[in-house]
């Protein structure tokens, strides 16, 4: 993977698979690139979606609200993240461009991507 210098000093990057599926190779990529950008001195965190679900977010279902709630919250704290110049990698099953514009509209401009 390659991450050039011209990229912002900090944002999130959200990992999405449109699918149901927990296999698709998001958190592999997720720990790929964080340890690219930790070689190059970067603050990184990464909120992988099954983690935050064990924790964060253990009280949620699987159903249509909680999912929403669950995606919301992630994007949350990966705001936190942004807010303390973090790059944050969020690797999450999100099939709903509404879910990922929400949370997209609560980062700074330019710090979604």
């Not at 990992?15 to 592999?28: D, V």
């Not at 159903?63 to 990698?89: L, M, T, W, Y």
């Amino acid at each position: 993977m390659k991450v050039t210098s011209a990229v912002l000093d900090y944002w999130t990057q959200w990992l999405n698979c449109n699918c149901i599926t927990t296999t698709s190779g998001k958190s592999t990529l997720a720990c790929a690139l964080t340890r690219t950008l930790h070689s190059r001195g970067k603050l990184t965190y990464v909120l992988d979606g099954d983690n935050v679900r064990h924790g964060l977010n253990s009280n949620l279902t699987f159903k249509p609200q909680d999912h929403d709630r669950n995606i919301r919250r992630i994007g949350e704290v990966a705001k936190f993240f942004s807010d303390a110049a973090f790059i944050c990698i969020a690797s999450v099953i999100s099939p709903y461009r509404k879910d990922r514009d929400a949370c997209c509209s609560i980062l700074p401009d330019g710090r979604f991507h």
